[in-house]
């Protein structure tokens, strides 16, 4: 097993985040941004595979303030050495398809062949819906499954994964969709340019656009792994087979987690694609581990104060709870390993924020030293 570490860029205590307004407090964000430098030091260091985080904007309250995803997972690239920086992940809805892939394949130069990068359908709808760049596109989540909104936003996402992963994988390229066309019909320079001829590909000599292509490539071939997010659908889970995604399941439904992997694999195959057993998707959820399964309880009562505060209105369940002393994480991990064990990757959801920094450094080191290397591979 391969131990990831995932945070949702809380700016602040409990108390300070009660206190309302958190996320404009520049003092709190100074803060995070420090706390945040020295967990990804200790876990580069400690052996600890990735390190993630999402995107979301518009954040005044503080819980979740991770905005542009691209300057995150530079901050996190820049305290590590080793670590996979996972930004999950671009919210589709709110981005042009060609400047994702440009974003995608030029961090991944800059991280050094480091990134792991997530695609997401976007369901904070209050942010969403200020950023998106159609305007007949919504967020998604409990409230409009399967109605319009729904069934537009996943088929507007289908198409926008098929872009990201062509503008990432060809020399160039052209896409003529519902959403989408590129390049433009019809497309002309308005003005000579030999260099296209010459050293480039898709413009005719009369300077007609046929096909467009990205620069640079990614340094990782075909480009950097892919990500599904937080998923909890078989739904989700099959779309990304057809790419090689891997989505993220924080479930403590062991069975289903398991139905999910067969049923990938089979999906994958129907693309010509040989998926390794365990590599199919990643298994996790919250992490909290003190030396007693008493201390590890008290410090999780603020993180399920933020859970429900925070996830459980937008319609998340409380997922797998690895809670406890290392003894009581190591049992869990052995039952997991018994159903599951291929299982590769494994995402430990932090109370980055909630805790102060000697809390969250126990638990990353507990894990490393008593936990992980009963399950190094």
């Known amino acids: ?3 990831s570490l995932f945070m949702y860029c809380t700016v ?15 003092v709190l964000y100074q803060r995070m941004l420090d706390e945040i430098a020295e967990y990804v030091r200790f876990a580069d260091d400690a052996g600890y595979f990735g390190f993630g985080h999402p995107e979301h904007h518009l954040q005044i309250e503080g819980f979740e303030i991770s905005n542009d995803p691209k300057l995150m997972s530079m901050w996190l690239g820049r305290h590590s050495k080793r670590l996979r920086v996972i930004t999950c992940g671009f919210v589709s809805t709110t981005h042009n398809p060609l400047r994702v892939a440009e974003d995608i394949a030029t961090m991944d130069h800059m991280l050094g062949g ?6 997401v359908r976007g369901y904070q709808a209050r942010w969403v819906e200020n950023f998106k760049i159609r305007g007949e596109l919504n967020a998604v989540g409990p409230w409009n499954k399967d109605q319009p909104a729904d069934v537009a936003n996943r ?3 289908g198409e926008f994964v098929d872009i990201v992963v062509k503008a990432l994988s060809s020399e160039t390229f052209s896409h003529r969709g519902k959403y989408w066309t590129f ?48 998923a909890a659908s078989m739904r989700t889970a099959l779309f990304w087979a057809k790419y090689g995604g891997k989505p993220i399941v924080l479930t403590d439904n062991l069975d289903f987690y398991g139905q999910l992997c067969t049923a990938y694999t089979a999906e994958a195959a129907k693309h010509g694609r040989t998926i ?5 998707a990643a298994w996790g959820g919250i992490f909290i581990c003190a030396p007693t399964d008493a201390q590890a309880q008290e410090w999780a009562k603020d993180m399920m104060w933020f859970w429900q505060s925070w996830a459980t209105p937008f319609g ?20 997991v390993k018994r159903l599951l064990p291929d299982q590769d990757e494994v995402v430990l959801l932090i109370p980055q924020g909630l805790h102060d920094r000697s809390q969250i450094l126990t638990s990353l080191e507990l894990m490393a030293t008593k936990v992980m290397p009963r399950f190094a591979a």
């Open 316 to 335: 998340q369940g409380v997922p797998e709870l690895l809670i406890g002393s290392p003894e009581t994480i190591s049992r869990r991990l052995d039952e």
């Open 183 to 230: 390049p433009p019909d019809g497309m002309v320079n308005p003005h000579d340019h030999p260099v296209y001829v010459k050293y480039g590909q898709g413009v005719a000599p009369d300077m007609r656009i046929d096909e467009i292509g990205i620069a640079p490539r990614p340094l990782q071939t075909p480009h950097p792994p892919l990500y599904g997010g937080f």
């Open 114 to 119: 480091r990134f792991g990068v997530g695609l």
């Open 276 to 280: 390794r057993n365990g590599q199919q």
């Open 155 to 157: 088929e507007y996402f």
């Open 1 to 3: 097993m391969r131990f």
């Open 12 to 26: 602040g205590r409990r108390a300070e985040l009660e206190a309302g307004m958190a996320g404009r407090n520049p």
